[in-house]
């Protein structure tokens, strides 16, 4: 099972550098990844995967306020999540999630592929179609694809998405794409063992949950009991 910790805007270099030695002390070979901060990146090497909550689709350059592929090198940082809806809510068109999907691919990183509906979206019953518009953008054979489905009104909203739903859902997106399928939205210590279960999961996008290493790490054994 894939454990991805999303940081958002939280941490400061010296509380990761603590979150990290947290992780690593008790990680064995559990596939984690945490996406930290950018300001906040370390070297060397840990028992999980650094990865990146976001890029500028160049190596380098006048990109004011971006961080460019030489960036993420130095921390060698191979994987990056593209399409997170709080990246949508600022702005990011399917045209700049295309261009960084592109590029991504190009440079043979690890896409973490971030698609969900709004809640209007979901009571009108059209989340299906909805996701379908949203997978256009890329290709969804890129062998180094993992797709994660995040409903926007079960992230951060303490409303995970029912079991039915995920599973509805991820069969679905099972028909378009090979990839590995996570969901995100609320996962907790609490609900993991129900969302480890589901068919299609392969593991979780976890926020909230993930911003306390002691309680990540909790979240994480509850799933390993179920496995
Ligand atoms: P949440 O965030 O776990 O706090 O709902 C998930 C995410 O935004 O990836």
């Known amino acids: 099972m894939i454990f991805m910790a999303n940081l958002k805007c939280n941490h400061t270099r010296k509380s990761f550098e603590e979150y990290a030695q947290i992780l690593d002390e008790s990680l064995k070979d559990e596939n984690v990844f945490v996406f930290p901060p950018s300001s906040a990146f370390l070297e060397g090497s840990f028992k999980f995967k650094q990865a990146a909550q976001n890029f500028y689709p ?8 971006e961080i460019g592929q030489d960036m993420l090198d130095e921390f060698d940082i191979k994987t990056v999540l593209i399409g997170h809806s709080e990246r949508r809510a600022i702005g990011e068109s399917e045209e700049q999630l295309k261009a960084k999907f592109e590029y991504a691919k190009k440079e043979g990183f690890k896409i973490v592929y ?7 979206i979901f009571e009108k019953g059209k989340t299906k179609e909805f996701l379908k518009s949203q997978l256009e953008n890329i290709d969804l054979d890129y062998e180094n694809l993992i797709i994660a489905y995040e409903p926007i009104w079960a992230i951060g909203t303490g409303k995970t998405a029912s079991s039915e739903i995920i599973n509805d859902v991820l069969n679905y997106i099972r028909n378009f794409s ?6 995100g939205g609320s996962v ?7 969302i480890s279960k589901i068919k299609n999961c392969s593991g979780v996008l976890v926020g909230t949950a993930s911003w306390d290493a002691k309680a990540f790490l909790k979240l994480i054994n509850s799933a390993k009991e179920m496995i």
């Open 114 to 120: 971030c698609i969900g509906e709004n809640e209007e």
């Open 178 to 183: 090979k990839s590995s399928l996570l969901y």
């Open 58 to 65: 160049a190596k380098n350059g006048s990109f004011t306020g």
């Open 188 to 194: 907790n210590e609490k609900n993991i063992a129900t």
